[in-house]
């Protein structure tokens, strides 16, 4: 399937490279350095990485404006259906391909390149690069690193194996980069925000069966002076409470009318309750869009009763071993 790849990108002298709305480390930077990857073998091509923009990730690259183009090839990364890609319909494309981690929901593309068992789509990246002609470089491989290391909160993840760890062991080998800068450009936060993570941790509301939850109004948000995006990309700090199985953060988007809710887990399986709500992800990590708060609290009602199925099926296990 990736020499299949290489043959549609050789095909065309225009490429577009999407993701996903509301744009994460992985995202952008699967899809700036399949877009670098790609300009730096074929320097002849004109190579576009389109979509909305994040202030909090300005450091990782630059994106591109849209050109009208003809007889185009689209590469949507990191993205598992129609309604998330940001800016891009395959559609108006001579030809797409899908490259993306996430569970199957729908085909969207000609070609699609699904590995769900994988950390990340920058390490699907990291694969094709290393077992086809695209060539690489040290901003490519720190692009590739930082949203590995995202995704997988550090290696934390079970999608992690052998293989993950040898294939950052060699592109570390052969594309050497600074560890320090990278973290700090994923990690480094004002104080506002790490305020708001201690009223997350003293707001935050848990259910009999594990489930930790809490809502963050826009006035909570003017208070601190973070945008709406900052409690949802600070959800991975809530791994490891005792008490809480499954957390979630609800917060309310002013701007696009909205609440955007993230959801983690270190028990059930979440991401059928995000689907149910049209929302999407992985197993453990998903999330969910809603119009009002009393739609955001449907969700929160069907991850306690799966929360609580959960944990009747691990007592009748327990009873009978």
Not at 70 to 92: E, F, G, K, Y
Not at 143 to 152: I, K, P
Not at 181 to 197: D, Q
Not at 228 to 239: D, E, P, R
Request: glycine residues 4%.
């Amino acid at each position: 399937m990736y020499s299949e790849l290489i043959e549609k990108i050789k095909k065309f002298d225009t490429i577009v490279v999407a993701r996903h709305i509301g744009v994460d480390p992985d995202a952008l930077c699967s899809q700036l350095a399949l877009r670098d990857s790609i300009q730096l073998t074929y320097p002849d091509k004109l190579v576009l990485a389109i979509g909305t923009g994040s202030s909090r990730f300005h450091s990782f690259g630059k994106l591109d404006k849209l050109k009208k183009v003809d007889n185009a090839l689209l590469i949507v990364c990191d993205t598992p259906d129609l309604r998330r890609i940001d800016s891009a319909s395959p559609s108006d494309y001579a030809f797409s391909i899908k490259i993306d981690h996430h569970p199957f929901i729908e085909r969207i593309c000609d070609l699609e390149i699904i590995e769900e068992d994988t950390t990340s789509t920058c390490e699907i990246i990291m694969k094709v690069i290393s077992q086809t002609e695209l060539q690489c470089n040290s901003s490519i491989a720190e692009l590739l690193y930082m949203g590995l290391v995202s995704d997988s909160n550090r290696f934390l993840f079970n999608s992690c194996n052998f293989q993950t760890f040898k294939l950052v062991s060699d592109f570390l080998r052969q594309y050497p980069f600074d560890f320090s800068v990278i973290y700090e450009k994923l990690y480094m936060r004002p104080m506002s925000e790490v305020r708001l993570e201690g009223y997350i941790s003293l707001n935050m509301k848990v259910t009999s069966f594990g489930l930790g939850y809490v809502i963050i109004s826009d006035n909570i948000i003017n208070q601190f002076g973070v945008d709406s995006a900052s409690a949802g990309n600070m959800i991975n700090n809530f791994n490891y409470i005792k008490e809480v199985l499954v957390w979630v953060t609800i917060t309310e988007d002013i701007k696009n009318n909205q609440y955007r809710i993230s959801i983690r887990s270190r028990g059930p399986q979440i991401n059928h309750i995000a689907e149910k709500h049209c929302g999407g992800g992985h197993k453990y990590a998903s999330g969910v869009r809603t119009k009002n708060l009393e739609d955001a609290m449907l969700v929160i009602k069907d991850l306690d009763l799966e929360l609580e199925r959960y944990i009747r099926e691990e007592e009748r296990d327990n009873y009978d071993n």
